[in-house]
């Protein structure tokens, strides 16, 4: 087994290769005066089962031009089997026509992916199930739910009446699978989006009162939706509010609006490198899923199964 890292989240690709016990494939990867991108593979890779760790967060067109030109090195150097690990995938988002003479990018994304060279991709809590099926190479969709709850039952406090809340109805799977671990009642957050990165609080379709809100969703980008949920949780009588996210993306002013809401913590994962306005961040709060993608990585290396992860 190889692991080759690009440059978007090397910390995890760090820590993975450290839970596995096996040491990164040294790669050089540069850019030339015109930023073009250029990656030279340093160690002797034919025949070998290589897995590229390579999140394609801001700066996204950089970072997924990383992955593809990575791949076809590898490809190129006759690498037997290529697995692009992506623990964020960008353009998730766009993963349908949203109106007339609308593109769908992340299909645009996994013909780009499986041209460039690979032959599996494992991913981790995809905004939308389908994009699976967006790719012909087998896809795996980690879920972090269980690193989020483990997290959980170690930082609440026994006593607390406890509340699970998802943000939209779109999200209602997922906090219904968390409410379940936690075994406490279920509310959702009926909102309308006027256009991206806005969205209105409608109505709340459960009762929040004297309750601790456990607000959970997939990504929180400009933290609008998390924030005028907390606060609508809160007007509404909730003893307090905490969201759980897996994908920190935290563009813009986010970690300032979150700061400034009434979310007594926001806890993310490190599928996204961690910037110095999350380190600093007296309420936003990082959970490792390196140990996740390491166990992964080694049983499919391994062709052992990788379902039961997903429990």
């Known amino acids: 087994m190889k692991i080759v890292a690009g440059n978007s989240n090397k910390p995890l690709a760090e820590a993975i290769s450290a839970c596995i016990n096996v040491p990164l494939t040294k790669a050089s990867i540069r850019r030339f005066s015109d930023m073009e991108i250029f990656v030279e593979i340093l160690e002797n890779v034919r025949g070998e089962d290589v897995f590229v760790i390579q999140s394609t967060n801001y ?43 609308t593109p769908i990018s992340a299909k645009l994304v996994a013909n780009l992916i499986e041209t460039a060279g690979a032959n599996r991709v494992l991913t981790v809590d995809l905004h939308a199930g389908q994009i699976q099926g967006f790719f012909e ?15 959980l039952k170690e930082t609440l406090k026994e006593e607390e009446k406890l509340l699970v809340v998802s943000p939209d109805v779109g999200g209602v799977v997922r906090a219904r699978a968390l409410a379940k671990r936690l075994d406490c009642d279920l509310a959702i957050i009926d909102k309308r989006r006027e256009k991206a ?37 809160k007007d509404a009588g909730a003893k307090s509010v905490r969201a759980v996210v897996t994908h920190g993306v935290l563009s813009g002013g986010a970690v300032a609006r979150v700061a400034a809401s009434p979310l ?27 140990p996740l993608l390491a166990e992964a990585i080694r049983r499919i290396s391994e062709d052992q199964s990788v379902s039961s992860l997903f429990d």
């Open 137 to 151: 190479a087998p896809t795996d969709n980690l879920f972090a739910l269980p690193v989020l709850h483990k997290d």
């Open 59 to 101: 700066p996204t067109n950089d970072n997924l031009m990383e992955l593809l030109i990575m791949m076809d090195a590898l490809r190129r150097s006759s690498a037997q089997r290529i697995t692009a690990v992506i623990p964020y995938y960008g353009y998730a988002r766009q993963d349908r026509r949203t109106g007339p003479r």
């Open 264 to 290: 007594e913590e926001l806890v993310i994962t490190d599928s996204i490198q961690a910037t110095e306005a999350v380190r600093v961040s007296h309420n936003v709060r990082q959970v490792t899923i390196a």
């Open 197 to 233: 990165g806005i969205s209105e609080v409608m109505n709340i379709i459960g009762d929040p009162k004297d309750k601790a809100c456990i607000l959970i969703d997939d990504i929180v980008d400009s933290a609008g939706t998390l924030c005028n949920a907390a606060q609508a949780l």
